[in-house]
Antibody, heavy 127, light 109 residues
């Protein structure tokens, strides 16, 4: 059974770089058609997709965060990571990692859904 | 960017009631719409994919409908474990790009 677990500092200083790692267990991060995503939820707000990565290293970022985000993958460790630079108070949030997989329906149509999520890790930006 | 708007933002209901939550997209997204249930301290759970399809294990009291820009999630007879926050997600954007509604908190009346 696939499981994901986020890890990293819970406190990051203003203007520094937030770094989180997601460890995948119970399955391979090199699975075909799976993407691996970072999502966050600021206090009292909705979910925001940060970006995703394929095991090959191809990355896809939210345009609003693209200039500050780097997502990388380490297939040997079955992990993927998030770096968010120049953080501000607005980056304080609950950060999730999740797997994105295709769901097939009808006559071979498919859509992507967030299948398995980590429990989330709270990151606070402090001055 | 595709904006997703949910209504209402919060809802009070009793066990046994039926409820409907609405999600509207800023442009047509065909049926590329998923619904999730999120309970405090737990990981979100996929309830419905492609607007109306239930993953294995999701109770049949949950149903979804819609296409284009307007979608609904209906819970036919609320159970105590259904009180949670529900949010929609569009996956029309070139995979894996996506965006979410702001969520609807379903509370016990």
């Amino acid at each position: 059974q696939l499981q994901l677990q986020e890890s990293g500092p819970g406190l990051v200083k203003l203007s520094e770089t937030l770094s989180l790692t997601c460890t995948v267990s119970g399955g391979s991060i090199s699975s075909n058609s799976f993407y691996w995503a970072w999502i966050r939820q600021p206090p009292g707000k909705g979910l925001e997709w940060i970006g995703s990565i394929y095991y090959s290293g191809s990355t896809y970022y939210n345009p609003s965060l693209r200039s500050r985000v780097t997502i990388s993958v380490d297939t040997s460790k079955n992990q993927f990571s998030l770096k968010l630079s120049s953080v501000t108070a607005a980056d304080t949030a609950l950060y999730y990692c999740a797997s994105q997989r295709p769901y097939v329906y009808g006559s071979g149509s498919y859509c992507y859904g967030l299948d398995v999520w980590g429990q989330g890790t709270t990151v606070t930006v402090s001055s | 960017d595709i904006q997703m708007t949910q209504s209402p933002s919060s809802l009070s209901a009793s066990v046994g009631d039926g409820v409907t939550i609405t999600c509207r997209a800023s442009q047509s997204i065909s049926t590329y719409l998923n619904w999730y249930q999120h309970k405090p301290g737990k990981a979100p759970k996929l309830l419905i994919y492609a607007a109306s399809n239930l993953p294995s294990g999701v109770p049949s009291r949950f149903s979804g409908s819609g296409s284009g820009t307007d979608f609904t999630l209906t819970i036919s007879s609320l159970q105590p474990e259904d009180f949670a926050t529900y949010f929609c997600q569009q996956t029309y954007s070139t995979p894996p790009g996506t965006s979410f509604g702001q969520g609807t908190k379903l509370e016990i009346k």
